[in-house]
């Protein structure tokens, strides 16, 4: 019995240390596919434009790790003002999951059965690419 709930035990560990390393993307990648967030986004660290874009979404600089729903001066929805106030931070698991499906996210995470994102584009595949470039412009 105990060999059996120690191989169960390694097995878990296994997959929990590799699960990270699935998710893991190609900056070159994501950066080939910022033109489909530049109509709405931009990459910018004070008066450095990394990207350019637009300003209906929040700027794009330095989110993994950051809290959801907090780059200053940007007008959030209530739904991510909510989620804000649990402290949330964006991680490249939750990153992935919001974008392929913004809204069904935004209720999973704590903005209510009603509530919508404010963000209608939904990026099936490429969302972990999408993170490593923001990683990697944002250091």
């Known amino acids: 019995m105990k060999k059996a709930l120690s191989l169960s035990a390694l097995a878990m560990t296994s997959m929990v240390s590799f699960a990270p390393a699935a998710l893991a993307g190609d900056a070159a990648a994501g950066e080939g596919l910022w033109g489909s967030c530049r109509?709405?986004?931009?990459i910018a660290n004070g008066d450095t434009t990394i990207q350019r874009g637009g300003r209906t979404g929040?700027?794009?600089?330095?989110?993994?790790?950051?809290v959801v729903g907090s780059v200053d001066g940007f007008r959030y929805s209530?739904?991510?003002q909510a989620i804000n106030a649990t402290?949330?931070?964006?991680?490249?698991?939750?990153?992935?999951?919001y974008m392929a499906d913004p809204t069904?996210?935004?209720r999973a995470h704590g903005g209510g059965d009603s509530a919508r994102s404010a963000m209608?584009?939904?990026m099936?595949?490429?969302?972990a690419d999408m993170w490593a470039y923001l990683e990697?412009?944002?250091q």
Do not use: I
């Not at 402290?87 to 999951?97: K, M, N, P, S």
């Open 87 to 97: 402290g949330l931070t964006w991680t490249e698991a939750l990153f992935v999951e």
């Open 104 to 106: 069904a996210w935004v």
């Open 124 to 127: 099936a595949n490429g969302a």
């Open 136 to 138: 990697s412009v944002s």
């Open 78 to 80: 209530p739904a991510m």
């Open 120 to 122: 209608s584009f939904r």
């Open 39 to 42: 109509s709405c986004h931009s």
């Open 58 to 66: 929040p700027n794009l600089y330095g989110l993994p790790g950051r």
